[in-house]
């Protein structure tokens, strides 16, 4: 409330003089369209490009998973080698929650599957495949899915193609594990197989699927023909999951699996035959790397080149809990001889690795920045880094052909 002194004071001062600034504005400048230049063609919609059938050995995809929220993941098909960013990037198509991805290399096609809730992040859930064109990008059909699909981090092994590409094989975790067969000829769901604690899919002979299982053993299951179960069989445990677990990311080399240890072993399972045979293991560390606490680490932490050789990420400082901290260096090894042949520094760290194809085939380094790091893995140079291609977390990168 006023009080009688405020009251007569407003009643006999003077009211208060506005202050009003005069408003200057710049003049305006007519834009005149220049009348020598021709007009600008009329633009067409609706233009769908098309991708070559065969792809150039630096393109790759990149699993862009959004892991933060785990929606609105994407698949983003680019040119590793590109130096333009306008023209680097050649399509993308949607991922969502995590979806699993795979590209066969001789079908024009690519899959990938993905799950939905019915309002967004809640409500039923269901499942789908699809198979897009490569060409297009474009969707070819979409297949309900009759089981849980596996939902995990980005991995190259949810999802496996026979030898021959006729046969689709999608792991499935719900959380028995399973996995389900596809004829991509007929596209119908042949069979939904039981893998009671082995999961994953890794490709075994013409109509086998070897799967990895949680005391340390690997099961085979071998199919007929159209794809129903014949019969399975495991093989005897080769780790111990609590003493000496294995990464079940591998790298596949004319059909060995090399399973790098957490310390460092390099674990060789030959799925060329009916059933999968364990091949024995050796160090990628020399004794004194191993005192010094060199380790593998990383999220897809192996790849394979055209070559033969073998890409592993490697951390100077790891411990037990650090093999999905990534690495400060990539080293590369020949196989055949077991013996390391290169080391590369990753100039930003390396949280995943990939190889392109090819004869002169380059590093894909997912980065601690979640860029990708191109790399001359002969001579160590940092060709470029790839940013601002809407990468948010490029977990994965694959071969493209």
Known sequence: MLTAMQLSACSTSEPPTAMVEEETSAPTQEIVADPSLPPLPIEKIGIIETLP??????????????????????????????????????????????????????RNEFY????????????????????????????????????????????????????????????????????????????????????????????????????????????TTVLTEQGHKKRQEFIAPFFDTDETPIFERPAIIDGIAYFPSFTGELHQVDLNG?????????????????????????????????????????????????QTHGGAQIWIFDVKTKKRINVVDAPNWAVSMSVTRGKEPVLVVTNGEM??????????????????????TPLVVYKAY
Request: glycine residues 8%.
């Open 53 to 106: 059938q065969a792809f150039p050995e630096s393109w790759i995809y990149i699993d862009e998973a959004s892991f933060m929220s785990m929606f609105g993941g994407k698949m983003i098909l680019m040119d590793a080698l590109e130096p333009k960013h306008s023209e680097r990037i050649k399509g993308m198509v949607d991922k969502n929650l995590i979806g699993n991805f795979l590209a066969p290399k001789t």
């Open 112 to 219: 990938v599957i993905e799950s939905f809730h019915e309002r967004g992040s809640r409500g039923e859930k269901t499942d789908w495949l699809v198979i897009y064109d490569k060409q297009t990008l474009s969707p070819i059909k979409e297949i309900k899915w009759p089981k849980t699909r596996l939902t995990a981090l980005p991995r190259r092994h949810a999802m496996a193609t026979s030898p021959d590409e006729k046969l689709l094989y999608v792991a499935n975790f719900s959380p028995a594990a399973s996995f389900t067969v596809f004829d991509l000829d007929t596209r119908e769901v042949v069979e939904s197989i039981e893998t009671p604690g082995c999961v994953l899919t890794f490709a075994t002979g013409k109509r086998s699927i070897t799967s990895i299982c949680s005391n340390g053993s690997l099961m």
């Open 274 to 322: 009916e059933f999968a045979k364990y091949l024995g293991k050796w160090s990628l560390v020399t004794e004194q790397e191993a005192s010094a606490n060199w380790r593998p680490g990383g999220l897809a932490l192996t790849d394979s080149d055209e070559q033969g050789l073998f890409y592993v990420i490697m951390n100077p400082e790891g411990f037990d809990g650090s």
């Open 371 to 392: 860029g990708l790091d191109i790399i001359n893995p002969r001579t160590g140079e940092l060709i470029q880094t790839l940013s601002d291609f809407g990468n948010i």
